[in-house]
């Protein structure tokens, strides 16, 4: 074994439902050029009824662990921005879910898009204490912001599930990151909020400061020079913030970066729209699926969550994602078209605690959300 750390195997999931971005302009009475070139989206996923992080989370984690089994997991951490409870970890309801065994430690973590960075750090520590051990960490999230809000047609939703190991096959993560954090209101979501307050462009300057303050710790820290990154994949609200994002890394080295890596892991992210914590993996999802060359490469990951903490990790890419974007593009396009006036009555839809009520049967995934029962959230198999 060479002492390497990193994600072994990697898996997308999303919602049934799909919202056309050229829809949502014309009925807020938009040009459709805004949202598809000014932000770079062109769908968004929306839940259905019977659907959440924990559905999407577990749908992908299921899909990984009939490839790569479950052996030798006794760590599950679920990053999310979205939570659905104050004290219950959405990974214990994704342990039950996933028939995991009971020698497994489950655990939420948040800082907005950041967690699942920061869950996949404190995975490669518990492997370099143990290698024989794995983490499965899920990363899993709906982007919702209020109608006829800045933030609407930067909504989304989207799970990633990741198998951390030692020796692993798809990406091995150098020892050495650049990370960032200040304490900043650029984004945020109260307790009894459904819907995240967002400072557009405060949020938009914050990310890019993380992005270089990263960046300089990485060099100050001996991490990979520039030459030495073949592409950066970056944490995408919307699949323009990389583009720009890109464009103030280069001027702040004083050197041209290559545009093309940007298009290539865009590619699901406009189709998906935001998914927080998930939103990085996914766009590294697509980069790796789209671009063979890269094997035997560098890449970096730019993971921003706002409030704000950044990290710029570097990481040797083992292999490509053998069949995964066979496996996106059929996801994508098995999502159902909602409506605007449907989606704006769903987007309206929250179930209290205190109330007991059961949800439509609607999902397609293996997973659902039944409803409240006894003022606890109740989920099971579709069978
Ligand atoms: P806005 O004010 O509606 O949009 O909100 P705008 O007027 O700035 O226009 C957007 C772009 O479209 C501009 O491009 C326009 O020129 C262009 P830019 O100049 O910036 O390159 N445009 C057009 N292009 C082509 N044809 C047209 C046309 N019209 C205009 N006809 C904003 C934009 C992003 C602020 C809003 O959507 C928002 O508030 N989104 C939510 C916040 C967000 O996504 N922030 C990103 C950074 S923070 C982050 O990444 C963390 C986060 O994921 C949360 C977490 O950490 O958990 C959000």
Redesign the pocket.
């Known amino acids: 074994m060479s002492g390497a750390i990193g994600i072994h195997d990697l898996e997308i999931a999303t919602t049934h439902h799909v919202i056309d971005l050229a829809d949502l302009a014309a009925a807020r009475g ?10 770079g989206q062109d769908r968004m996923s929306f839940p259905a009824p019977d659907e959440d992080i924990v559905t999407m989370g577990a749908a992908a984690a299921k899909a990984l662990l009939e490839r790569t089994g479950a052996d030798g997991i006794r760590t599950l951490m679920f990053a999310t ?1 979205s939570g659905i409870d104050q004290s219950k970890s959405a990974a214990a309801f994704a342990h039950g879910l996933l028939g995991l065994p009971a020698q497994v430690r489950a655990v939420e973590l948040k800082q ?3 967690a699942g960075t920061a869950a996949l750090q404190a995975a490669i520590g518990i492997v370099a204490r143990n290698p024989q051990e794995r983490v499965l960490v899920i990363a899993s ?1 709906v ?1 919702r ?1 209020a109608l006829h ?6 909504q989304g939703a989207a799970a990633v599930a990741m198998l951390v190991a030692a020796d692993p096959a798809l990406l091995e993560i150098d020892p050495v990151s650049g990370v960032f954090t200040a304490d900043v209101d ?2 945020w979501r109260p307790n009894d909020s459904s819907v ?1 307050l ?4 405060l ?2 300057s ?2 890019v400061d993380a992005l270089l303050g990263a960046w300089d710790d990485l060099q100050a820290r001996g991490g990979a020079r520039p030459d030495e990154i073949a592409a950066i994949a970056y ?4 699949t ?2 990389a583009v ?1 994002a890109q464009r103030r890394l280069a001027a702040h080295l004083g050197t041209a970066l290559d545009d093309e890596p940007l298009t290539t892991m865009s590619v699901y992210n406009r189709g998906l729209g ?1 998914s ?2 998930a ?1 990085l993996y996914v766009a590294l999802a697509a980069l790796l699926d789209g671009d063979a060359s890269l094997v035997g490469r560098r890449v970096g990951l730019f993971s ?5 903490v950044g990290e710029l990790l570097t990481a040797l890419v083992r292999s490509a994602g053998a069949g995964r974007a066979e496996r996106v593009q059929r996801m994508l396009d098995a999502r159902v078209g909602l409506g605007i006036a449907e989606y704006e009555r769903l987007h309206a839809v929250s179930y209290p605690s205190d109330t007991d009520a059961e949800t439509p049967r609607v999902t397609a995934g293996p997973f659902r959300f039944a409803g409240i029962r006894g003022g606890a959230r109740v989920y099971e198999p579709v069978g």
């Open positions: 938009v040009d459709a050029d805004k949202f598809r070139i000014g932000l921005e907005a898009c950041y999230d982007a912001y809000s800045p933030g609407e047609p930067t650029d984004f995240a967002v400072d557009g462009k949020s938009m914050a990310y944490h995408q609200p919307f323009k913030m720009k935001n927080y914590t939103s921003y969550g706002s409030g704000s």
